[in-house]
């Protein structure tokens, strides 16, 4: 009982100041960039000392980042276009992400997000236009409508850390692609075995419209 009123007091004290500290509502939105190779697959180049692929503009994605706020609560839209190549078949990719999570505003410096939601997956052959989707075991199958993609994109999480530069906020994010898809609704372990290191990192300039 003590060890629970002392973790209940230690989450008061820290959602407290910043639900406080916080904006009651904010809209934001920017630019972003995610460069298009995991987190190992990142590791392994570090450590080859091999920096070719963060200089080929291929390997990164761009878009727009939209997020509203409400005390702590936030909701993420992320829409990204890129370039990729599978088997030898060049795609051209749109990428979307809608999640919904918490947000914590620090000492009006610092904004610390977590959110989940699918991600839709669309790549579209370069050459003949025919467009299917990624689901959770990163193949590529044929998609009917946005709703038959909505159920077999996989649900994704990410985290956000955002500096406050006065009216912008710059900073990183890093997302992750669960192997849960609503089209296997019941297979709620599967939120749980994302490989953490099988996420990508990117980076988003926000403008605060409210």
Known sequence: MKKRLI????????????????AMVDLSIGATALYNQTFTQ???????????????????????????KILLAEVDLVGMFGQETIGGTDYTTISVLTAGGISLDILNFARLGFAMGPRFNVYIDSATGEAQ??????????WNNFGDAFLKSPVAYRATVDFDLGGLMLGLNYTVDTLYTFENW?????????????????ISLLFSLL
């Open 133 to 142: 989707v990624k689901d959770s075991n990163n193949v590529l199958v044929d």
């Open 7 to 22: 973790v209940l007091l230690i989450v008061v004290c820290v959602l407290l100041p910043a639900t406080l500290s916080a």
């Open 186 to 202: 019941d297979k709620v372990q599967d939120l749980f075995d994302a490989d953490p290191n099988g996420g990508k990192v990117g």
């Open 42 to 68: 990142m590791q392994t180049a570090f450590d080859a000392e091999d920096y070719t692929g963060f200089s080929t503009f291929e390997n990164y994605a761009f878009g727009a980042d939209v997020r509203m």
